[in-house]
Nanobody, 114 residues
């Protein structure tokens, strides 16, 4: 089974940007890919999806600020996050869905504060 490893998290001031990377151990061509996040004390929240045909959908609160993309040749999914806000602070997780087969990464911490 393919495994996902997220990277690119860290600390950033409000208004700043980060790009998260989800690297897969194998082909992601069959996977619809998502990013989720989980803030302390909150449930895990879906924020963005890119399907195999490259269509994208977003949670309203990140629309226009976050961009999900994929490079199947590199088996990698990205989340470009701009104009970050303190409420974006969370652990961010990569998730893949291959016709019901679900795979999660281990998460990467994003902290937005001044």
């Amino acid at each position: 089974q393919v495994q996902f490893v997220e990277s690119g998290g860290g600390w950033v001031q409000p208004g700043g940007s980060l790009r998260l990377t989800c690297a897969a151990s194998g082909s992601i061509a069959r996977y619809d890919m998502d990013w989720y996040r989980q803030a302390p004390g909150n449930q895990r929240e879906w924020i963005a999806r890119i399907v195999t045909e490259d269509r994208t959908i977003y949670l309203d609160s990140v629309k226009g600020r976050f961009t999900i993309s994929r490079d199947n040749n590199k088996n990698t999914v990205y989340l470009q996050m701009n104009n970050l806000k303190p409420e974006d602070t969370a652990v961010y997780y990569c998730h893949g869905d291959d016709h019901g087969a679900s795979v999660w990464g281990q998460g990467t911490q994003v902290t937005v504060s001044s």
